[in-house]
């Protein structure tokens, strides 16, 4: 096992934005004593040199040139930025190959157990155990299904060897049974639900649930700062959640 570093200082890219408080609230409450606090148009080269690591949540155009950064200064990243490019994330990765990373799209701890979970009961429950998945979020989400939701019918899919087409959406105007290899995906929207995802191994006789429900964002931040307390004692590499946690294979 690696040698455990104290962090007790942070550089946040995306501050300014509700993540941002968040992660300056989260890092406080785990004594990291020390976090500057940037946003779009900020200089990070005049502060990043006292960071022990370096959060970005900001746009997907500002991880680039914060990785190029990180890697002149030798600072451990953790990106949790979405929506990159194909060429983005490839020169992202060139930038930052000298440095540990942890690179998440979900920095939850509970949803990173819960995609641990789905992918055992997937592999473990034959085709006589039909796959739902049923997602809830508030009415102002643009996207369906949430990106958790696309996540876990990937892990799902492919702890059965099943191909991309057997995931359905909704299911209005069809008719005829359900076929044993189809995963069900359905999005639900209203009020300020922050995000529920509920994944139904439905047999005959019984069924399995695996449900994760967020009561509040602070939960991504807290998991971010974990992130970060861990990645600064690991060796150069791209981490994901499972990692932090123990429990990738």
Not at 27 to 43: F, L
Not at 194 to 207: K, L, M, P, Q, S
Request: hydrophobic letters at 45%.
């Amino acid at each position: 096992m690696a040698n455990e570093t104290t962090l007790t200082s942070i550089l946040i890219n995306g501050a300014r934005g509700r993540m941002g408080h968040a992660l300056i609230e989260a890092a406080r409450n785990a004594g990291i004593t020390s976090v500057a606090a940037i946003d779009q148009g900020d200089d990070a080269a005049s502060v990043i040199g006292a960071a022990g690591a370096v959060l970005d949540f900001s746009h997907h155009t500002a991880t680039l040139p914060l990785a190029r950064l990180c890697a002149g200064h030798g600072k451990p990243l953790i990106v949790g930025t979405t929506g990159h490019t194909a060429a983005e994330r490839e020169a992202i990765l060139e930038a930052v190959r000298t440095l540990p990373v942890v690179w998440a799209g979900n920095y939850s701890i509970g949803v990173t157990l819960l995609n641990h979970l789905v992918k055992i009961a997937a592999a473990t429950l034959d085709a006589s155990y039909q796959i739902e998945l049923v997602e809830m979020h508030h009415r102002h989400k643009k996207d369906a299904p949430s990106g958790t939701a696309e996540t876990l019918l990937q892990i799902a899919r492919e702890a059965r060897h099943l191909p991309p087409q057997v995931i359905r959406n909704g299911r209005a105007g069809l008719t005829g049974e359900r076929p044993s290899d189809e995963i069900g995906v359905h999005a639900l929207r209203g009020g300020d639900v922050v995000g529920d995802h509920t994944v139904y191994f439905a047999g005959e006789g019984e069924r399995l649930e695996l449900t994760h429900r967020a009561a509040n964002r602070a939960i991504f931040a807290i998991g971010a700062i974990r992130a970060a307390q861990w990645v600064v004692s690991r060796a150069p590499g791209i981490y994901g959640m499972g990692d932090v946690l123990g429990i990738s294979e």
